[in-house]
Structure formats: C-alpha cells, structure tokens
C-alpha cells in the first residue's frame, strides 16, 4: 500500500502563507498523480489541486487558482501546495491524495486555519 505523510499545517492570519507537504513511499510511471484535497467542518470533502506525475500538468479548483501552486520533487516522491494569500473559506482538513492506477491512497489529513 502506498503510504502518504503530510506536514505544513498550522495557524496563520488572513493573507499569510503556508506550504503543505506530502512525500509518497513509492512512484510508478502510469496511471499516476498526486493531489489535495480540502474538507471544512461540516462540509463535504472537495478538490484543491492535482498535478501528474508523468508530465507534470496541474489542475487547480476554481477557488485556489492565482493563489495556490502545486509542484512535485522527482527524487523525493515529493508533493507540495504552496498557498498564499490564504482566505478564512480556505480553513480546513488538508488531505493529500495519491492515484496510482485507479486506485486512490489518502494521507491521514493535516489542519490549516486561517484567522480573520
């Protein structure tokens, strides 16, 4: 089993910044990308931001883009989110997402909160 482990969250104020981490125990070479995930309390889990592992295309959820940015490190099995200018709506459970050939793996979810 893939396994996923999370750092970066934390406190910060409106218009701060953190950078989120996920390093992955392994990579294979089709079928596979890497992404975030959000869930605020009481509310449904959501997509951030996603990024392939083969060429490196990204997609990002209507409400992070300008703001977020998620790249990779090859050698590390390395994801990140760099998010600026954060939002109190972007307070949440940051979860990190793994898709090695259809299957999806999760990290067990970092918190970030954003104070107004």
């Known amino acids: 089993q893939v396994q996923l482990v999370e750092s970066g969250g934390g406190l910060v104020q409106t218009g701060g910044s953190l950078r989120l981490s996920c390093a992955a125990s392994?990579?294979?070479?089709?079928?596979?990308?890497m992404g975030w995930f959000r869930q605020a309390p009481g509310k449904e889990r959501v997509f951030v931001a996603a990024?392939?592992?083969?060429?490196?295309?990204?997609h990002y959820a209507d409400s992070v883009k300008g703001r977020f940015t998620i790249s990779r490190d090859n050698n590390k099995n390395t994801v990140y989110l760099q998010m600026n200018s954060l939002k109190p709506e972007d307070t949440a459970v940051y979860y990190c997402?793994?898709?090695?050939?259809?299957?999806?793996?999760w990290g067990k979810g970092t918190l970030v909160t954003v104070s107004s």
């Open positions: 392994e990579r294979t070479f089709s079928n596979y990308a």
């Open positions: 997402d793994a898709r090695v050939g259809g299957v999806d793996y």
């Open positions: 990024i392939s592992w083969s060429d490196g295309s990204t």
